[in-house]
């Protein structure tokens, strides 16, 4: 594991993660997945090398994708996100490269900020990470 964390918004990640992802099961707000998703691919990155990469992170990536709304953001973040997400998609290269899953949680970490209002999300029933 890494010793460095690239990440301006880690100790926001945290409290974000503490006070809206729940101990199992999907968040029921787009603000908890959001950061849910993203620490569970950094999780099975940082723990696994991606060993168990299956259906489930594929659809973390999909959520994030979604969420990030493409017509909100400018174009240099619409390009970084879509690159992130196409590494994420190669577990074999995200793994190893951890500034994407720093430069991803701030992301999230400011699209949650943007957006305090809680957002109601369905339960996804694909979705069993």
């Not at 992802?21 to 908890?32: I, K």
């Amino acid at each position: 594991m890494r010793e460095e964390n690239l990440m301006k918004h880690a100790e926001e990640f945290k409290r974000l993660w503490e006070s809206l992802v729940p101990d199992g099961g999907q968040a029921s707000t787009v603000q908890g997945e959001l950061i849910r998703s993203v620490g569970r691919l950094r999780d099975e990155a940082e723990r696994n090398g991606n060993a168990n990469w299956d259906e489930g992170h594929e659809l973390f990536c999909d959520f994030i994708e979604i969420t990030f709304d493409p017509m909100r953001l400018n174009n240099h973040d619409r390009e970084r996100i879509e690159i992130i997400l196409n590494r994420m998609r190669q577990p074999h290269i995200a793994y190893r490269n951890y500034e994407l899953f720093d430069e991803l949680s701030d992301y999230a970490v400011e699209w949650c900020k943007s957006r305090p209002e809680p957002i109601p999300k369905p339960n996804d029933p694909r979705q069993y990470r």
